[in-house]
């Protein structure tokens, strides 16, 4: 794949990460809510998960290679 | 520009502080401000190389002026600093700005950026972990422990309950429950009582020491930098009712989802135009990305533990309070006093650093330094007359995202400058909104707070649009090469 092309899928996966939080937590019936290990899955996406992954993503694409 | 220093254009204390106040406080929006807070950036490191303002005036004077009211927005932090101190907001922003001005004078100023935001994000992480590993529980019991507490009560030990606390900007008290409240500072107080109709409104000019009476339903208006006792075992006023409330806001609804769109727009468009791509690729590149995700982390862990610990801080309103106050509550006065002198001079060093990236970013795009000067005495004045730091944070960002990104990702330089201008257009006439008509209509609210919502969709279409002869040459150069 060739730099721009992964860095266009990569922003793409950035933003939908992003917009999975207000998703998880605004759509009906709550499924944010839920808690799992004492935290509500919306703070598990928002606090640990999403920004886990998406601050690989933008490491993996940084690293490989520039413009 | 280093990923380090692209990453200090986006960490301003105002960020940080005003993520952790809302996770403390349980706001709704909580959740995906962190979010956008680290992922906004990221998504501007990602952008490849963008066109330079320099030729755009419309964008060059919206930069100028988003960078203005994004160094206000800085500067109301230190005031509130200052306030929560016992001293005039004056005394914090009036140094602060001289600090600004100074440091940016000196020649290695470009060098400093890069470890100024290390020593400042690690400073503002290791008094959390002192805090946390007193405390000894992980973030995410920490965070569990907040949201099993039955109600939200003043605590015998809160400094709101034994010596009083001070209110860093004005507030509207709504009690839920009935309590006596001790003013500690002279000032005119006004209560709403609220159980007839018409509500009735009475002003009480106390000394201090002097007590006011509370019934539930009552609204109690608080100056900046009063000082009240409440009593213990008693409801915090305007906060969660419960621990429950907390961890699941009850505004939290689809009703929400237009504003929570603007937030997240206004903080990328926002990132698209102060945060510049970085060509440098290897291992070093990963240190912006994760300078980025180890601040936002330590934002959102002061937050949690505020909120497990003492959840009676958010009701200072300043965003530093969980920062300045939580350590002294956590590890005693004396050495909680040395842990939260720490943190403070964390978001110090963190306003530098951001200060001399963001007057990289100012001279990027017109390198006269009189712009500079004058955003410092501008942003001065603002931080001395407006409140609300999240308020300018977000007309900064919103307009930079109206007007300067438009202007960076055109197709041609006569493009930049119409998409610029309809940036603009839209931009102030939603953001102006609510001055020629009071209470717009319920479905613009998230327009009118969040402008850049509409006004960065529309300015990147008219800036996309090929308008002069070169993008139409390169138009067709395209079409041809398929």
Redesign the interface.
């Known amino acids: 794949m060739s730099v721009?092309r992964r860095?266009h899928a990569?922003?793409v996966a950035?933003?939908i990460?992003?917009?999975g939080?207000?998703l998880l937590?605004?759509?009906?019936a709550?499924p944010?809510?839920v808690r799992v290990?004492?935290?509500?899955l919306?703070?598990w996406?928002?606090?640990v998960v999403?920004?886990?992954l998406?601050?690989g993503?933008?490491?993996a694409?940084?690293?490989?290679?520039?413009? | 520009m280093t990923?380090v220093s692209a990453a200090a254009v986006w960490l301003h204390p105002v960020l940080l502080t005003v993520v952790a106040l809302r996770v403390a406080a349980g706001d709704?929006d909580a959740?995906?401000l962190?979010?956008?807070a680290?992922?906004?950036p990221?998504?501007a490191?990602?952008?490849?190389?963008r066109r330079s303002v320099a030729a755009n005036p419309v964008a060059v004077v919206a930069a100028a002026l988003a960078v203005t009211l994004v160094l206000a927005a800085d500067f109301v932090i230190v005031a509130d600093a200052a306030t929560l101190l016992g001293g005039a907001p004056w005394h914090g922003v009036v140094p602060a700005a001289a600090l600004a001005l100074l440091v940016s004078r000196l020649s290695p100023s470009r060098r400093l950026v890069g470890p100024a935001l290390a020593v400042g994000a690690a400073a503002l992480a290791l008094p959390l972990a002192i805090v946390a590993g007193t405390m000894g529980a992980a973030?995410?019991?920490a965070?569990?422990h907040g949201?099993l507490r039955a109600t939200l009560t003043f605590p015998e030990g809160s400094g709101w309950v034994t010596h009083g606390e001070r209110f860093a900007r004005p507030a509207r008290l709504t009690f839920t429950e009935g309590q006596r409240v001790t003013t500690l500072t002279p000032g005119t107080y006004r209560v709403v009582e609220r159980d007839a109709t018409p509500p009735t409104v009475r002003e009480w000019r106390l000394t201090g020491g002097e007590s006011l009476t509370l019934r539930p339903g009552d609204e109690l208006a608080v100056e900046a930098g009063a000082r009240l006792r409440f009593e213990a075992g008693r409801r915090m006023p305007g906060a969660p009712v419960s621990g429950v409330a907390w961890?699941?806001a009850p505004a939290?609804?689809?009703a929400?989802?237009p504003a929570?769109?603007g937030a997240?727009v206004t903080l990328?468009g926002g990132a698209l135009a102060l945060v510049p791509?970085?060509?440098?690729?290897?291992?070093l590149?990963?240190a912006?990305?994760?300078v980025?995700?180890a601040a936002?982390?330590a934002a959102?862990g002061w937050g949690v533990y505020a909120a497990a610990a003492a959840p009676d801080l958010a009701l200072a309103g300043s965003p530093l309070a969980p920062l300045l106050q939580l350590p002294p509550r956590a590890l005693g006065a004396a050495t909680g006093g040395a842990v939260a002198t720490l943190a403070l001079g964390a978001v110090l060093v963190l306003l530098v650093a951001a200060t001399l990236a963001l007057r990289g970013r100012l001279a990027a795009a017109t390198p006269r330094p009189e712009f500079w000067a004058a955003a410092i005495l501008l942003a001065v004045a603002l931080a001395l007359w407006s409140a609300d730091p999240w308020r300018l944070l977000v007309l900064g960002l919103g307009l930079a995202a109206a007007v300067w990104t438009p202007s960076r990702l055109a197709s041609g330089r006569a493009s930049a400058v119409v998409g610029a201008s309809v940036g603009a257009a839209v931009f102030v006439a939603l953001a102006g909104l609510p001055l020629v008509a009071p209470g717009p209509a319920a479905w613009l609210g998230a327009l009118v707070r969040y402008p850049a919502l509409l006004a960065l969709p529309l300015g990147l279409a008219a800036a996309r649009a090929p308008v002069d002869g070169a993008s139409a040459r390169r138009a067709r150069v395209r079409s041809n090469a398929r």
């Open positions: 721009p860095r990569a922003i950035l933003l990460l992003l917009v939080a207000p937590a605004l759509a009906p709550a944010g809510a290990a004492g935290v509500s919306l703070w996406y928002a606090g999403a920004p886990v998406a601050t993503i933008a490491i694409v940084l690293v490989r290679g520039g413009e | 990923p709704a959740p995906w962190a979010l956008g680290l992922i906004a990221l998504v490191l990602l952008v490849p190389a973030p995410w019991t965070w569990s949201g961890a699941d939290r609804g689809p929400l989802l929570a769109f997240l990328v791509g970085t060509r440098r690729r290897g291992t590149a990963a912006g990305p994760l980025l995700m936002v982390a959102v």
